[in-house]
Nanobody, 122 residues
Framework: QLQLVESGGGLVQPGGSLRLSCTAS??????IGWFRQAPGQEREAVSC????????YYADSVKGRFTISRDNAQNTVYLQMNSLKPEDTAVYYC?????????????????WGQGTQVTVSS
């Protein structure tokens, strides 16, 4: 069983930045995805990274603003979020997929964190 722990959420003004972290005892063998869910909306894939850091995915809505990276030595995956907008407000979840390659399919993810709230508001 893999337990994922997210951190780094909070309240930020539009145009600001946050860095989310996702840690677990062993992440090296998993592709990691960041998903978000706003009230009344479906959970959507924001960004994903393969297990060997060879490929990434970004939703069109965050391209050029968000950057996903991983430090396998630290068993941590990061999501750097810049130029935040009010529409980025959501609960952000990290998830681990044993498929190791980049995937945005919800069903491909075996383990989920508890989520961290990101609120972008003035």
């Amino acid at each position: 069983q893999l337990q994922l722990v997210e951190s780094g959420g909070g309240l930020v003004q539009p145009g600001g930045s946050l860095r989310l972290s996702c840690t677990a005892s062993r992440l090296n063998d998993y592709a990691i995805g960041w998903f978000r869910q706003a009230p009344g909306q479906e959970r959507e894939a924001v960004s994903c990274i393969s297990s060997r850091d060879t490929s990434t995915y970004y939703a069109d809505s965050v391209k050029g603003r968000f950057t996903i990276s991983r430090d396998n030595a630290q068993n941590t995956v990061y999501l750097q979020m810049n130029s935040l907008k009010p529409e980025d407000t959501a609960v952000y979840y990290c998830a681990a997929s044993s498929k190791v390659f980049v995937t945005t399919r919800y069903a491909d993810y075996n383990y989920w964190g508890q989520g961290t709230q990101v609120t972008v508001s003035s």
